[in-house]
């Protein structure tokens, strides 16, 4: 198994540009999750889901949109990126059901710059 | 939303001597996750636990959950270079479909050969 895959792992943008970070994982988990990690801030959840179709906010969701159609796939879309988006952005997954529903497993990350 | 207080933010020890921190909340947990992070890469878990009172060991970790479900604690024994990073704990705040984790804002543990 690859476990939980992140494209791309660097990122440059500039200020007003939109992209989608990828996040793929091949345990056959049903929930999925972006967060972002800033200097002294821990992890901080935007996204997530629990299922293909299902997806909710979490702490952080302003300026990101998700979508889940496969069980496989959950990207992460900057809609309009500002300074303030630049992070580094890891997604996570788990399964949803018996004693390690809530292990869960993250990818490598993105990291990204908005300038 | 809240996050956990984790303490100490940060740690500069000897090799070989051993580490501890902890994590505390004021809403009860009903699991608690211990995950390392290495410069650049994602979070691994290190450790979970699930019973209030729980005591696991993984290598030279022990984690304990606490009795109250308000707090936790990593230890690590005999500290080596390759524990360098920082340390997250996480909880997951109620049972049922809620699979959200809750994470304080890490541990940085640095080891002097």
Redesign the interface.
Known sequence: NAGVTQTPKFQVLKTGQSMTLQCAQDMNHEYMSWYRQDPGMGLRLIHYSVGAGITDQGEVPNGYNVSRSTTEDFPLRLLSAAPSQTSVYFCASSLTSGSFGYEQFFGPGTRLTVL | ?Q?LN?SPQSMFIQEGEDVSMNCTSSSIFN?W?W?KQDP??????LI?L?KAGELTSNGRLTAQFGITRKDSFLNISASIPSDVGIY?C?G?RSGG?N???T????TLLTVNP
Do not use: C, H, N, R
């Not at chain 2, 650049?40 to 878990?45: A, I």
């Not at chain 2, 994470?103 to 890490?106: A, D, H, M, Q, Y």
């Open positions: 939303g996050q984790q699991t996750l995950y650049g890469e994602g979070p691994v878990l979970a699930y997250f996480a997951q479909s699979y959200k984790l994470f304080g804002k890490g």
